[in-house]
């Protein structure tokens, strides 16, 4: 069965800081995965996603993520952070061999960034 | 576009109740989906719909209906309220088609609160 792992439940950095947030996904087959943030009460926006090609993958507010398949991982990375990156993200996998888009989440990772 | 919009945003129901939760989109996607999130456990998808007329249940749908008349609106029904379904509830939607993968848009959330 497919699932996506986030093992911070927090990560806190301090601006100006590269951050990372891990993400580790168990799925058959080359997977389809996303970084998706959520701001206080507001729903999800898009941040960006891996389909094939390029391992290093580049979304917006200057966010990346690093396909990794060896260690089945999808970190998601920024060289600088911002107070206003303090968030909650959310790392998802899609079954490539599904043709329904579903996605499973992980339980999310709150980011704060610090002055 | 007005994008995805969930009504109402806030519901208190008591135990036994039945409501309806509203989902539209304006961007005439095939794919649209309910979520629950619940903290500490991501997002879990309830039921989907891959189109007019087709839906199917995802991870938790116990006690939850939909129906897709319509490519614009897809509402979830809570036919009996139970305390359990106290949750923040978020529609999305995306494009689907063979070959392509989308990412999903998400409305802004109902809070739900059943006592």
Same mark, same amino acid.
């Given at each position: 069965a497919q699932s996506v792992a986030q093992p911070e439940d927090q990560v806190n950095v301090a601006e100006g800081n590269p951050l990372t947030v891990k993400c580790t996904y168990s799925v058959s087959g080359n997977p389809y995965l996303f970084w998706y943030v959520q701001y206080p009460n507001r729903g999800l926006q898009f941040l960006l996603k891996y389909i094939t090609g390029?391992?290093?993958?580049? &979304?917006?507010? &200057? /966010?990346?993520?690093? /396909?990794?398949?060896?260690?089945?991982? /999808?970190?998601?990375?920024?060289?600088?952070?911002?107070?206003?990156?303090?968030?909650?993200?959310f790392c998802a996998v899609r079954d490539p061999a599904s043709n329904t888009g579903k996605l499973i989440f992980g339980q999310g990772t709150t980011l704060q960034v610090k002055p | 576009n007005a994008g995805v919009t969930q009504t109402p945003k806030f519901q208190v129901l008591k135990t036994g109740q039945s409501m309806t939760l509203q989902c539209a989109q304006d961007m005439n996607h095939e794919y649209m989906s309910w979520y629950r999130q619940d903290p500490g456990m991501g997002l879990r998808l309830i039921h989907y719909s891959v189109g007019a007329g087709i839906t199917d249940q995802g991870e938790v749908p116990n006690g939850y209906n939909v129906s897709r008349s319509t490519t614009e609106d897809f509402p979830l029904r809570l036919l009996s309220?139970?305390?359990? +379904?106290?949750?923040? %509830?978020?529609?999305?939607?995306?494009?689907?088609?063979?070959?392509?993968? %989308?990412? +999903?848009?998400?409305?802004?959330?109902?809070?739900?609160?059943?006592?």
């Open positions: 390029d391992n290093l993958v580049k &979304g917006s507010y &200057g /966010f990346e993520a690093e /396909f990794n398949k060896s260690q089945t991982s /999808f970190h998601l990375k920024k060289p600088s952070a911002l107070v206003s990156d303090s968030a909650l993200y | 309220a139970a305390p359990s +379904q106290t949750s923040v %509830y978020f529609c999305a939607s995306s494009r689907s088609s063979s070959g392509r993968v %989308y990412e +999903q848009f998400f409305g802004p959330g109902t809070r739900l609160t059943v006592l």
